[in-house]
């Protein structure tokens, strides 16, 4: 009877991924709160804003049920997702390794990407591992401790871009496409051929990947695509055109969010819905989404390059001086580029038994123009990210549960 009850308990908190968000709390949460948002508020576009922020409550099994509220929330209306694409490419890379079923093959061998194609570089050494040597396990925790792009593309390389957008679409992810690498130019052909890639047990040849090709485009119907006055192009010229992301990534906050809330609480999904990961895929992404970078020993972060609230954006909006709350954790990945700062956040008190999701993008481009390095990040968008956070935050405080909430789960020791 006791496993009935909690497997109709389960039923019940998927039933909530289904219902429509509540579309009037936050925003009259931001207009209570007018000396924080006025100026976004006020903004012919609003900044491009879109909000989902999704409570947590548990029952007396700790099962969580989720209620979800938004603010401008369309996954037609596009904004470029910048890094937040690493998440879900992490994911999927765990995802293939266990399910190649190759001998003494794991996260920690050591893997070597070979170039076969213009533009590919290769990588036969890693200074920031232990060992010295590239492995998936150590660009994941590099992808999650400060977002490194390098580590995101072989990834990107090793799953293959067929492979990811397979992936998306049987995790219903359907608005969501990843057709490329970062900070690199990457497009076209380059896009779609990944590099041949061998990994090693020791000097031992344990498995190779041979290089890949997809030819599927993945064609979505999106507003705001076109953007802006004009760009700076690659031979640093101003052309006076918008900017088109037509060809980019997309990710838009629903499905940020739903890849988190998988992650996190695997138990509310149907068994064919949950990731393929083992326990210590769980705990490896666990531990290092939530870890500062100045934590860490390997990879080693050091400031002044590198602080605290270096990849947190909501409730710390990225502040070099933060001051950090030793009872809070955010389990999260953030994005910015083209003016666009996004995080995708949980953000846990274990001391006074606090969780919930909060997943936020904002853009600020005030002369049009793009690819000119020329954004307002420090003054409007992660102002914006760190008061969003904190306001959510303190309404959660004060917000009476049924029952506490048991977290240990996601308490380590950094």
Same mark, same amino acid.
């Given at each position: ?13 998927? /039933? ?11 925003? !009259?949460?931001?207009? %209570? ?29 700790? *099962? ?20 937040? *694409? ?16 190759? +001998?003494?093959?794991?996260?920690? /061998? ?14 036969? @050494? ?20 400060? /977002?490194?792009?390098? @580590? $995101? ?14 992936? =998306? +679409? ?56 076109? #953007?802006?006055?004009? $760009?700076?192009? !690659? !031979?640093? #010229? ?11 990534? @997309?990710?838009?906050?629903?499905? #940020? ?13 149907? +068994? ?10 769980? #705990? ?15 990879? %080693? ?72 390095? +020329? ?21 959660? =405080? ?14 380590? !020791?950094?």
């Amino acid at each position: 009877m006791k496993r009935l009850l909690i497997l109709f308990a389960l039923f019940i908190s998927m /039933s909530a991924f289904s219902q429509k968000t509540d579309t009037v709390f936050l925003k !009259n949460l931001l207009l %209570a709160h007018s000396e924080m948002f006025e100026g976004i508020l006020k903004h012919p576009t609003q900044n491009e804003v879109q909000i989902l922020y999704t409570r947590i409550d548990r029952d007396e099994h700790n *099962i969580p049920h989720f209620t979800s509220y938004s603010y401008r929330l369309n996954p037609h209306h596009y904004f470029y997702p910048a890094s937040t *694409i690493k998440l879900p490419t992490a994911i999927f890379a765990l995802e293939k390794l266990n399910e190649l079923h190759v +001998k003494r093959l794991t996260k920690k /061998s050591t893997m070597l990407t070979d170039s076969g194609f213009t533009k590919q570089t290769k990588v036969t @050494a890693d200074s920031t591992a232990r060992n010295g040597k590239p492995s998936i396990e150590q660009y994941i925790k590099k992808i999650l401790l400060v /977002s490194d792009n390098d @580590a $995101y593309n072989r990834l990107y390389e090793f799953v293959g871009r067929a492979e990811i957008n397979t992936k =998306l +679409k049987k995790y219903q992810l359907t608005n969501t496409r990843i057709v490329g690498r970062l900070a690199v130019g990457d497009g076209g052909d380059n896009a779609r051929t990944t590099n041949p890639i061998r990994f090693y047990k020791g000097k031992k040849l344990v498995y190779t990947a041979s290089a890949q090709y997809d030819k599927a485009d993945y064609p979505m119907d999106l507003e705001n695509t076109m #953007q802006g006055k004009g $760009y700076i192009d !690659n !031979n640093g #010229q101003l052309v006076m055109q918008p900017f088109n992301f037509n060809d980019k990534n @997309a990710y838009p906050l629903a499905d #940020q969010q739903m890849v988190l809330k998988r992650l996190l609480f695997p138990e509310a999904f149907p +068994k064919d819905q949950q990731y393929n990961l083992t326990p210590a895929d769980y #705990q490896l992404i666990y531990h290092y989404m939530s870890m500062y970078p100045t934590e860490s020993k390997w990879p %080693a972060y050091k400031q002044p390059g590198y602080y605290p609230a270096y990849c947190k954006f909501l409730y710390y909006g990225a502040e070099k001086d933060a001051t950090i709350n030793p009872n809070i954790r955010i389990f999260n990945k953030v994005g910015d580029s083209y003016g666009y700062d996004i995080d995708n956040a949980y953000i846990v008190d274990f001391d006074n038994k606090v969780e919930f999701m909060l997943s936020a993008v904002i853009q600020s481009n005030e002369d049009g123009i793009y690819n000119d390095d +020329k954004y307002e990040y420090e003054t409007i968008c992660l102002p914006f990210l760190k008061n969003l956070g904190h306001v959510i935050y303190l309404d959660e =405080l004060n917000r009476p549960k049924k029952f506490q909430p048991n977290l240990s789960k996601f308490k380590f !020791n950094y």
